[in-house]
């Protein structure tokens, strides 16, 4: 069973840019899709982006295409979140998650993070 832990979120002005990492821990990192998703106050989790066990294959939500980026480092164990021109509507937790198999944008991932804030002041 993997163990997902989130960091790199914070307060950041609009237009400015944060990296999150998603540091796995108890399993063959290679073997697990990954994804970011982010929920805002009383919404459902939503899917952000995700990256395929190889890292050749990234998905992107429109809302968030062409700003942010996924990456992976399976030497590192980790899965990074490039956020760019960051808009206060991007303020929320983040997530990431992990699963053997491809779950593209579903939020049925079997493992995830606890979650980092983002917030971005306009």
């Known amino acids: 069973q993997v163990q997902l832990v989130e960091s790199g979120g914070g307060l950041v002005q609009a237009g400015g840019s944060l990296r999150l990492s998603c540091a796995a821990s108890?399993?063959?990192?290679?073997?697990?899709?990954m994804g970011w998703f982010r929920q805002f106050p009383g919404k459902e989790r939503e899917f952000v982006a995700a990256?395929?066990?190889?890292?050749?294959?990234?998905y992107y939500a429109d809302s968030v295409t062409g700003r942010f980026a996924i990456s992976r480092d399976n030497a590192k164990n980790t899965v990074y979140l490039q956020m760019n021109r960051l808009k206060p509507e991007d303020t929320a937790v983040y997530y990431c998650?992990?699963?053997?198999?491809?779950?593209?944008?579903?939020?049925?991932?079997?493992?995830w993070g606890q979650g980092t804030q983002v917030t971005v002041s306009s």
């Open positions: 990256i395929n066990w190889g890292g050749g294959s990234t």
């Open positions: 108890g399993g063959a990192f290679s073997s697990y899709y």
């Open positions: 998650a992990a699963d053997h198999n491809f779950r593209g944008s579903s939020s049925r991932y079997d493992y």
